[in-house]
């Protein structure tokens, strides 16, 4: 199934939400990093875009759509840490498993579909769970 860039990175923001910002990842021994070098920058970005309080997630998107990698840290052995772009975004989310990605499509994801998706597009492969 083919996804334009902007579905794609609607399917990986609410993956965002759904799986790491309830902390769901954290299970596995992986975190979401986000440099703070950046941080001020990002949260600039999104104010002129009116979004004053930015989320977790809203701030992980916009790095992303600035051109910032966004990094998955393995907390216990490091093998599995891994950076991707916006570009890895619009790739790889229409490669994670069909019956996921309808499921995403649907509307009836839930934290599996969004673990899924995410290790598809940092892994490109299911590792965990």
Do not use: W
């Not at 104010?47 to 966004?70: F, N, S, T, V, W």
């Not at 498993?97 to 995410?118: F, K, N, R």
């Amino acid at each position: 199934m083919t996804l334009n860039n902007e579905e794609s990175e609607d399917m990986f923001y609410n993956a965002l939400c759904n799986a790491v910002g309830t902390g769901y990842m954290m299970g596995y021994g992986l975190m979401l990093e986000i440099n703070d070098n950046h941080y001020s920058v990002v949260k600039e970005s999104l104010a002129k875009k009116g979004q004053e309080h930015p989320c977790y997630e809203d701030i992980a998107m916009e790095r992303l759509r600035m051109g910032y990698g966004l990094t998955m840290v393995d907390d216990e052995e490091g093998e599995y840490t891994r950076t991707i772009t916006i570009k890895d975004v619009h790739e790889r989310v229409s490669k994670m498993p069909e019956q996921h990605l309808a499921d995403m499509i649907g509307g009836t994801d839930d934290v599996i579909t969004a673990d899924v998706l995410i290790q598809t597009v940092f892994f490109e492969d299911i590792i965990f769970g």
